[in-house]
Nanobody
Framework: QVQLVESGGGLVQAGGSLRLSCTVS????????MGWYRQAPGKQRELVATITSGGMTNYADSVKGRFTISRDNAWNTVYLQMNSLKPEDTAVYYC?????????????WGQGTQVTVSS
């Protein structure tokens, strides 16, 4: 059973920084990619950043230059360093793990961690 547990959320003033962590547990043979998504009240969940098994990263335009996604080599933990935070970054942030097993895609999600940026 794959489990993802996020941590590091909280309340921060605009311009501040937070570092989110996503700890992975369970039996995993291979991971295609992991990422961070967020959902603000009344809005759909949106992609924030992803990182592939090859180390390629992708960011939403709204966070480019401010957020950095990284992982440890064993895929035990994925991080999201968030700098220069803005009130519009306020949302619940979710960790995602994407893999394929015998060609079938699977997605796993954490419970989410709240990030609140005050103006």
């Amino acid at each position: 059973q794959v489990q993802l547990v996020e941590s590091g959320g909280g309340l921060v003033q605009a311009g501040g920084s937070l570092r989110l962590s996503c700890t992975v547990s369970g039996s995993i043979f291979s991971i295609d990619a992991m990422g961070w998504y967020r959902q603000a009240p009344g809005k759909q969940r949106e992609l924030v950043a992803t990182i592939t098994s090859g180390g390629m990263t992708n960011y939403a335009d709204s966070v480019k230059g401010r957020f950095t996604i990284s992982r440890d080599n064993a895929w035990n933990t994925v991080y999201l360093q968030m700098n220069s935070l803005k009130p519009e970054d306020t949302a619940v942030y979710y960790c995602n793990l994407h893999l394929k097993l015998l060609g079938v895609p699977y997605d796993y999600w954490g419970q989410g961690t709240q990030v609140t940026v005050s103006s």
